[in-house]
């Protein structure tokens, strides 16, 4: 088993940055990528950004490419979500969530992730 917890979320103005972390317990997440989704009130859940299990590959959405960074540190486990230059419109539930094959391609198919915490609020106000 494998539990994903994140952290970091909270209430933030227009401008302002949050990192967000998820930190992975259970059995190691060192050999897949991990990928982080939001889900706003009412709309579906959507990929965000993703990372490779080497943390050489990264790929983003085009709402938060150039905002966003996606990082991991495979000794702790943990994998970060930098968010910079955050807008209202970034507001949402975020998740993290662990690909189910190892050494694959960041997938952006939610449907490919087998894992996931139990997310953290992020509200940007205006």
């Known amino acids: 088993q494998v539990q994903l917890v994140e952290s970091g979320g909270g209430l933030v103005q227009a401008g302002d940055s949050l990192r967000l972390s998820c930190l992975a317990s259970?059995?190691?997440?060192?050999?897949?990528?991990i990928g982080w989704f939001r889900q706003a009130p009412g709309k579906e859940r959507l990929f965000v950004a993703g990372?490779?299990?080497?943390?050489?590959?990264?790929y983003y959405a085009d709402s938060v490419k150039g905002r966003f960074t996606i990082s991991r540190d495979n000794a702790k486990n943990t994998v970060y979500l930098q968010m910079n230059s955050l807008k209202p419109e970034d507001t949402a539930v975020y998740y993290c969530?662990?690909?189910?094959?190892?050494?694959?391609?960041?997938?952006?198919?939610?449907?490919?992730?087998?894992?996931w915490g139990q997310g953290t609020q992020v509200t940007v106000s205006s």
């Open positions: 969530a662990r690909q189910r094959t190892t050494f694959r391609r960041v997938e952006m198919d939610r449907s490919e992730y087998d894992y």
């Open positions: 990372v490779g299990w080497s943390g050489d590959s990264t």
């Open positions: 259970g059995r190691t997440v060192n050999w897949y990528g």
